[in-house]
């Protein structure tokens, strides 16, 4: 079945660096576009970033370009999310998400706490 695990979240000062991965399974990942998204406490999911099967296209909510960048290792199955400057408003939990035949997956998410 289907599995995306995140991992790589963690508690960092405004100003830092994290980088999360995202380990998938059950599925031919190299054929298929990722995303990141990510949920603020009573806030909706939104999209963070998103990248193509092949890697060589990749799309970023405004608030993230610049800072975030996402890519991807298809002999790894795993696609990673780099936070640079990171802000307090980036606290949020953080889920990967795989689109396959129409029906969404989602990973539990990895926590990402901005605050010093």
């Known amino acids: 079945q289907v599995q995306l695990v995140e991992s790589g979240g963690g508690l960092v000062q405004p100003g830092g660096s994290l980088r999360l991965s995202c380990a998938a399974s059950?599925?031919?990942?190299?054929?298929?576009?990722m995303s990141w998204y990510r949920q603020a406490p009573g806030k909706e999911r939104e999209l963070v970033a998103s990248?193509?099967?092949?890697?060589?296209?990749?799309n970023y909510a405004d608030s993230m370009k610049g800072r975030f960048t996402i890519s991807r290792h298809n002999a790894k199955n795993t696609v990673y999310l780099q936070m640079n400057n990171l802000k307090p408003e980036d606290t949020a939990m953080y889920f990967c998400?795989?689109?396959?035949?129409?029906?969404?997956?989602w990973g539990q998410g990895t926590q990402v706490t901005v605050s010093s």
């Open positions: 998400k795989a689109k396959i035949n129409g029906v969404d997956y």
């Open positions: 059950g599925f031919t990942f190299s054929t298929y576009a």
């Open positions: 990248i193509s099967s092949t890697g060589r296209n990749t």
